[in-house]
C-alpha cells in the first residue's frame, strides 16, 4: 500500500468520518497544515490523506462521530487554532495556558495564561478521587492520571498528558531536512530508530530519493534491535510491577547486551541519528556481524529461560490473568497498534501491510490473541522477541553489498510513511518546500493506545494500575511533542 | 523448572557487574557543590529523578544503571519515590513551560541540604529546543545546577561517573 493524496470539499469529508464510524478505515491521523486539515486513513486495501481547505477556521469534527479522534482534534486547535465543529469535548490537550502563545503553528496570539481544567465527572455513592502526576513515583515520564474509585474499585480513570510539550514540531517548520530528522530522532527516545525511519522514508518519498538496498537492509536491522532491547525491557518491568524482581534482574541484563551490541556496531547505544534521509550513518563491519550473531545465540538461548519461569510462577500468572482486559472490539474502533492491538485481535503490522523494503522479503509472523490482558500484552512480547531475533538472523544472513547512503536532492514535495516500531505503527507525514520543512505531523501510536487504558483500567483494583500502564507502555513524549 | 536453576546460577556464577568507573570523563562540578559537598555528604545519597521535558532515551540510561552491570546501589546511591527523601534531584529535558511549576514544587519539597543533577544535552542548555514557545533553555533556567553530565543520552557509565562524583567531591578536584 502507498499513501494516495487528494483534495477534498466538506461532504468529502464526511464521506470519509462516515467510513471511519462504520469500521470500513481505521484513522491513522488528523493534524493542521498550512492550508487547513489533512486525515490520514486506511483500510480495504488503500491509503489516503485527505486535505480540507479551511478559509474560514472549522471543519466537520471526527471526533463527534469517531472517538479515536477527539484527542487529535483537541491537539490540533490549540497548535493551529482550527476549530472541530460539532466536537463534544471542546477543552484544551497540550494547552496549559503556559507557553508564550496561543496557536503556535497557526495564527499566533499571546497566552491568556492557565486555565483550570475540568475532569469529566463521575457520580455515584462513596466516591473519591486520587490525583496523581504529573511527577510519578518511578523513573517515568509525567502525565496526570485522575482515578475516580469506589473503594479500591477504579469507577472512571482519565489522562491528562502535555507536560512533555517541548513545540518539536514547530521546530522543524522552517528547517533544513537534517536538522528536522535529528528532531525526529528525539520525538520518543525508546523508539528513536522507529521515528528516524518513518522519517526517512517520508522524506524520499517526498523527494523521489532512494537510499541503497544495503541501507534499508541495516535499517532493518536496527529497527530489530530495537524492538528486541524494547520488549525485553518491558516484559521484565512488568514482572517487576507484580514485585517478581526475579525476571525483571534477568532481563534487564539481556536488555542492556543488545544495547552494548547496537553500541558496538552503530556506535550509539540506541542508535540515535544512524538512519538518515538516503540511508543510514553508520555501517556494518564483518565484526560487527559477528556480535550480532553471538547477541542472538546468547539472546535466543537465554530468553527461553524467562519465558519457562514467567509461566511456570503461579503466584505471578495470578496477577496478570484477567487483569486490565481490552475488548476486541474497543481495539478495532481505535486502530490500536502494536502489543496493544494484537492482545485484542487486531493482528495489524505495518511491516505486513506496508510491505516496506526489506520486508517484503523476509520471513515473519505477526502474533495475535483474544484475550487481552496483561498477560496476553505480555506474551505477544514474548511471541515477537521471538520473531525479532529470526528476523535479525535473516537480515544477516542476506544482508547485501554496497553503498549505505545516498544524496537527498533539496526539492520539493510531501508525502507520507507507516512503520512498525516496538510500540505499534508509527505515522510520519512531512512537506517540504526547497530543502525546507513546510509541514509535518508525526503519531506515536500511543494516540489511539491510551484512550483504551482508561477503559482497561475500569472495573480493577487501583493496585493493579502499575501493572496494567506498564503493560500498555504508552508514550509521553511521542504523544506530546 | 528454571526458576531453581536461575537462583542456582545467581549464586554459583561470576557476578556481572564492573568495577566502578575511574574520572570525572565530561561530568562537570559547580564550585559551590564541591565545598558544601565536602562538610556535608556521607557516603550515601538518595535520588529523586523528574523528567522536564525529555524524550525518554535519558530515562531509559538512568534505568539502566539499576542492572546488574552498574548496579548503582553497591555505591549507598539509591533512587526514592519522594522528593521529602531525597538529597539530589536528578532532572531531564529543556524543563518544558507545562512542566515547569511541578519541578518547582518538587524542589521546594526536597528538604536541604539538596543538590540538583542536570542530566543530558537539552538539560544543559535547552539542546535542539532552546528559545522555543514551549520551554526553558535547560535546568539553570529554573534551578541552580550543581552537576553537569552531558550527551544525548549520556551512557550509564558518564551517568555513574557523574553520581559517583557526588560523593567523592571530597576527594577530587573539579575537572581531574
Not at chain 2, 19 to 27: D, F, K, R, S
Request: aromatic share 8%.
Amino acid at each position: 500500500m502507498t499513501w494516495a493524496a487528494r483534495t477534498v470539499d466538506a461532504d468529502g469529508w464526511r464521506a470519509a468520518i462516515e467510513l471511519l464510524a462504520a469500521g470500513r478505515r481505521t484513522l491513522t491521523s488528523l493534524w493542521g497544515a498550512d492550508d487547513g486539515v489533512r486525515m490520514a486513513l486506511h483500510g480495504e486495501g488503500e491509503a489516503a490523506i485527505l486535505a480540507l481547505p479551511c478559509p474560514a477556521g472549522g471543519y466537520p469534527s471526527v471526533g463527534a462521530h469517531h472517538a479515536p479522534a477527539i484527542r487529535l482534534e483537541r491537539a490540533l486547535a490549540d497548535l493551529y487554532g482550527l476549530r472541530p465543529e460539532g466536537a463534544l469535548d471542546t477543552r484544551p490537550w497540550l494547552d496549559h495556558g503556559r507557553w508564550t502563545v496561543r496557536h503556535p503553528l497557526g495564527d499566533a496570539e499571546p497566552s491568556a495564561g492557565p486555565t483550570s481544567y475540568a475532569f469529566l465527572a463521575a457520580e455515584g455513592e462513596s466516591l473519591h478521587q486520587i490525583p496523581v502526576g504529573p511527577v510519578h513515583a518511578g523513573i517515568i515520564e509525567p502525565g496526570h492520571f485522575r482515578f475516580t474509585a469506589a473503594g479500591e474499585t477504579v469507577v472512571r480513570l482519565e489522562e491528562r498528558l502535555g507536560y512533555l510539550h517541548r513545540g518539536l514540531q514547530g521546530r522543524m517548520i522552517g528547517g533544513d531536512l537534517a536538522g528536522a530528522a535529528k528532531l525526529a530522532g528525539r520525538a520518543c527516545g525508546d523508539s528513536t530508530v522507529a521515528y528516524a525511519l518513518a522519517f526517512a522514508l517520508a522524506a524520499e518519498s517526498a523527494l523521489g530519493a532512494e537510499p541503497p538496498a544495503r541501507a534499508r537492509w541495516l535499517r532493518a536491522l536496527m529497527a530489530e534491535l530495537e524492538r528486541l532491547a524494547n520488549h525485553l525491557g518491558d516484559i521484565g518491568a512488568i514482572c517487576n510491577d507484580a514485585a517478581f524482581a526475579l525476571l525483571h534482574a534477568h532481563s534487564s541484563v539481556l536488555r542492556e547486551q543488545v544495547l552494548r551490541a547496537a553500541d558496538a556496531c552503530f556506535g550509539h547505544r540506541l542508535m540515535m541519528d544512524c538512519i538518515v534521509p538516503g540511508g543510514v550513518a553508520a555501517d556494518l563491519s564483518d565484526e560487527g556481524a559477528q556480535t550480532m550473531r553471538a547477541l542472538t545465540n546468547t539472546v535466543r538461548q537465554r530468553f527461553e529461560l524467562l519465558v519457562d519461569l514467567y509461566d511456570d510462577t503461579a503466584s505471578l500468572q495470578d496477577r496478570m490473568v484477567g487483569t486490565g482486559r481490552v475488548s476486541p472490539e474497543l481495539a478495532a474502533r481505535f486502530g490500536a497498534g502494536g502489543f496493544v492491538g494484537r492482545a485484542s485481535g487486531r493482528a495489524f503490522d505495518a511491516r505486513e501491510a506496508f510491505a516496506y523494503a526489506p520486508y517484503e522479503a523476509l520471513d515473519f509472523e505477526v502474533p495475535a490473541r483474544q484475550d487481552g490482558d496483561v498477560n496476553a500484552r505480555v506474551w505477544i512480547r514474548i511471541e515477537e522477541v521471538r520473531q525479532s531475533l529470526s528476523l535479525v538472523e535473516q537480515i544477516l544472513a542476506r544482508l547485501p553489498e554496497g553503498p549505505i547512503r545516498a544524496s537527498v536532492p533539496a526539492g520539493s514535495g510531501e508525502n507520507a510513511a507507516l512503520v512498525e516500531g516496538f510500540r505499534g505503527d508509527v505515522f510520519v507525514w512531512l512537506k517540504l518546500e526547497a530543502g525546507q520543512v513546510a509541514g509535518v505531523c508525526l503519531r506515536d501510536p500511543s494516540w489511539f493506545q491510551w484512550p483504551l487504558l482508561e477503559a482497561a483500567i475500569e472495573g480493577n483494583i487501583v493496585a493493579d494500575f502499575p501493572l496494567c500502564n506498564k503493560s500498555f507502555n504508552c508514550a509521553y513524549a511521542g504523544v506530546d511533542l | 523448572m528454571s526458576m531453581p536453576r536461575l537462583l542456582a546460577e545467581g549464586v554459583l556464577r561470576r557476578a556481572l557487574t564492573e568495577p566502578a568507573p575511574q574520572g570525572l570523563g565530561l561530568v562537570e562540578l559547580g564550585p559551590a557543590f564541591v565545598e558544601a559537598a565536602r562538610r556535608r555528604l556521607g557516603r550515601s545519597l538518595s535520588i529523586r529523578q523528574v523528567d522536564a521535558g525529555s524524550c525518554n532515551a535519558c530515562e531509559l540510561e538512568i534505568h539502566a544503571l539499576s542492572n546488574a552491570y552498574y548496579d548503582l546501589e553497591r555505591f549507598g546511591l539509591r533512587f526514592v519515590a519522594s522528593p521529602r527523601h531525597a538529597d539530589v534531584l536528578m532532572v531531564t529535558g529543556p524543563v518544558t513551560s507545562n512542566m515547569r511549576q511541578a519541578l518547582e514544587r518538587t524542589w521546594a519539597a526536597t528538604p536541604a541540604p539538596k543538590w540538583v543533577v542536570a542530566v543530558g544535552g537539552c538539560a544543559i542548555d535547552g539542546g535542539l529546543f532552546a528559545g522555543g514557545y514551549a520551554c526553558a533553555s535547560g535546568i539553570a533556567d529554573v534551578l541552580a545546577v550543581d552537576v553537569w553530565i552531558p550527551g544525548c543520552p549520556p551512557s550509564p557509565t558518564a551517568l555513574l561517573q557523574g553520581l559517583l562524583a557526588l560523593l567523592n567531591a571530597d576527594r577530587r578536584q573539579p575537572g581531574a
